[in-house]
């Protein structure tokens, strides 16, 4: 029987003959992620259960991310648990302040996730680690509990929706405008509990960075998972790593629920206007819109060759009276090398501040949340009514390049304007 890529890996991981989509399985997973808003339940849980160990504890991960640095007393409370419950366990990779960054950075970054693993986490962006051909989704912290407990889960079989893209990709064009792209074409319910399968030409030729951020976003078209297929780049990303990668591919006889093939040759920077990630327009076409804050970071651009193309533009400029630029690198790693680049200097010579990893702004929990009426354009995954701050606040989202414009001008803005 022929499967695509994410049928194989959960076939293997169940342990059955034979899977098909709509059936449901017990999988076995490598890798159970909880962040400092997520774990707190799922620990709970985990000790109402009346289990004293871990199933595995090198295969739990936790890291607080979302309000670290603590921000108050009840987020410092939260991620008081997540340190106590890996003390208690002998969790090894719990990520502390210091050697924290944010999660779905991280674990790739680390080595913690793999080609061909099972991951679930209490994380709706888990579905990032697609990009080396691994099968990542979100649950609840709820059944992330019971797979601390023996290292299982019941999935759903996902269909298999692919996504072709041909062409060759304009400058100030990449895995984010992509995505946007997709989504806009498709709809936030475009691929509800699917899979989306990234391939053709213009994917081979992207990044590692560029294709976590178009798997990271794979969950704002509804899917469960986004997946692209190993190939010498991924190799040479895991090259090094302990753990030792399993490469799976679709069958050329696969089957898939639909097919879509684009032509992204003319396509420009693309931004996702308020309030869904679907509202996307072309950057040139988004007239006179002011912004009151640029913030480039998060888990879908926070990595280097991101902080790369902002700072470029940035360089020797100044950013808009009235405007607050936030830069957050994903990671300490991601930080160091800004900093040795030279890359942090440019951002605040420009006038920006330049964070230690953190959520915050991302999901309105500090350090960037709006007020009412103000205006955002973000280099983050969602921009739903008061994802950020105010309800009464709008939030743009783009890529790198379009955020440092728009800041240098004080509204969104084609990069080539600049």
Same mark, same amino acid.
């Given at each position: 029987m022929a499967y695509t890529i994410a049928e194989k890996i959960l076939l293997k991981h169940s342990g059955q003959k034979s899977i098909k989509p709509g059936e449901f399985i017990e999988a076995k997973v490598d890798v159970a992620l909880a962040n400092d808003i997520t774990a707190p339940l799922a620990i709970s849980e985990f000790k109402k259960s009346g289990f004293r160990k871990v199933f595995n504890k090198n295969k739990i991960v936790l890291v607080p991310d979302h309000f670290a640095p603590a921000k108050d007393l009840k987020s410092a409370n939260q991620c008081k648990i997540l340190a106590d419950f890996a003390r208690e366990q002998g969790i090894k990779n719990y990520f502390e302040i210091g050697c924290m960054g944010i999660e779905h950075a991280l674990l790739p970054e680390k080595g913690i996730v793999m080609p061909g693993d099972l991951i679930v986490g209490a994380d709706s962006h888990t579905c990032t680690y697609g990009a080396l051909g691994a099968y990542a989704t979100g649950m609840g912290s709820t059944d992330l509990a019971r797979a601390y407990i023996d290292g299982k889960c019941w999935l759903k079989v996902p269909a298999? &929706?692919?996504? *072709?893209?041909?062409?060759?990709?304009?400058?100030?064009?990449?895995?984010?405008? +992509?995505?946007?792209?997709?989504?806009?074409?498709?709809?936030?319910?475009?691929? +509800?509990?699917?899979?989306?399968?990234?391939?053709?030409?213009v994917i081979r030729k992207l990044g590692m960075d560029d294709r976590f951020s178009m798997c990271?976003?794979? &969950?704002?078209?509804?899917?469960?998972? /986004?997946?692209?297929?190993?190939?010498?780049?991924?190799?040479?990303?895991?090259?090094?790593?302990?753990?030792?990668?399993?490469?799976?591919?679709?069958?050329?006889?696969?089957?898939?629920?639909?097919?879509?093939?684009?032509?992204?040759?003319?396509?420009?920077?693309? !931004?996702?206007?308020?309030? +869904?990630?679907?509202? !996307?327009?072309?950057?040139?076409? +988004?007239?006179?819109?002011?912004?009151?804050? #640029?913030? &480039?970071?998060?888990?879908?651009?926070?990595?280097?060759?991101?902080?790369?193309?902002?700072?470029?533009?940035?360089?020797?400029?100044? %950013?808009?009276?009235? %405007?607050?630029?936030? !830069?957050?690198?994903?990671?300490?790693?991601?930080?160091?090398?800004? *900093?040795?680049?030279?890359?942090?200097?440019?951002? *605040?010579?420009?006038?920006?501040?330049? #964070?230690?990893?953190?959520?915050?702004?991302?999901?309105?929990?500090?350090?960037? &949340?709006?007020?009412?009426?103000? %205006?955002?354009?973000?280099?983050?995954?969602?921009?739903?009514? /008061?994802?950020?701050?105010?309800?009464?606040?709008? *939030?743009?989202?783009?890529?790198?390049? !379009?955020?440092?414009?728009?800041?240098?001008? /004080?509204?969104?803005?084609?990069?080539?304007?600049?």
């Open positions: 298999s &929706i692919k996504f *072709v893209y041909k062409g060759k990709l304009n400058k100030w064009v990449g895995g984010k405008d +992509l995505i946007l792209y997709t989504i806009g074409q498709i709809g936030v319910d475009g691929a +509800l509990y699917k899979v989306m399968e990234f391939c053709g030409p990271n976003m794979a &969950i704002e078209a509804g899917a469960r998972a /986004g997946l692209i297929e190993p190939d010498e780049k991924t190799k040479q990303y895991v090259a090094g790593f302990k753990r030792k990668p399993k490469f799976y591919y679709s069958d050329a006889d696969a089957h898939y629920e639909k097919t879509y093939e684009w032509d992204v040759t003319n396509l420009e920077p693309q !931004v996702a206007c308020p309030h +869904l990630p679907s509202n !996307v327009k072309p950057a040139s076409s +988004l007239k006179d819109i002011k912004i009151d804050q #640029s913030v &480039i970071g998060s888990c879908t651009n926070g990595r280097i060759s991101d902080l790369r193309i902002a700072a470029a533009l940035l360089k020797g400029k100044k %950013v808009a009276r009235g %405007v607050k630029l936030i !830069v957050f690198p994903a990671t300490q790693k991601i930080y160091l090398q800004a *900093v040795k680049e030279g890359l942090a200097e440019v951002f *605040v010579r420009a006038g920006g501040v330049f #964070s230690t990893p953190t959520c915050g702004p991302c999901l309105g929990g500090h350090m960037g &949340i709006l007020a009412d009426g103000e %205006v955002a354009i973000a280099t983050t995954n969602r921009n739903f009514l /008061g994802r950020m701050g105010s309800p009464k606040s709008f *939030v743009y989202l783009s890529n790198p390049a !379009v955020a440092a414009a728009s800041a240098i001008t /004080g509204k969104i803005t084609h990069p080539a304007r600049i």
